[in-house]
């Protein structure tokens, strides 16, 4: 839900690249098997985009308060939830879990 606006694909789209990918990570972690080297670079690209969007939250003065990991995490599960319901989300959704394209 982090990452597929700024690919231009649908989260569907990035939920299914993203697990691929993961599928080639558990390849290499579990039986030695290399991992090509565009999805390496496409692994990276995707990293970078969710430590953009945690510094992001750095900045946010609520990202400041006990609880607010919790929060961020439901946060997340609203906007992926709308999303596998065929729902689109706002800008501002976004916006508040760090989300900016």
Known sequence: VL????FNNTFHQQKDKIQKLYKSRSKYVHTGKSVEENELNQIIEIAD????CL???QN???AKEKNYREK????????ASAAEAGRDNSEEDF???GVEF
């Open 3 to 6: 990452t597929h606006k700024q």
């Open 55 to 57: 510094m992001r939250l």
């Open 60 to 62: 946010n003065k609520d």
């Open 72 to 79: 961020w995490i439901k946060e997340l599960d609203f906007l």
């Open 49 to 52: 985009e969710v430590f953009k």
């Open 95 to 97: 916006k508040i879990v």
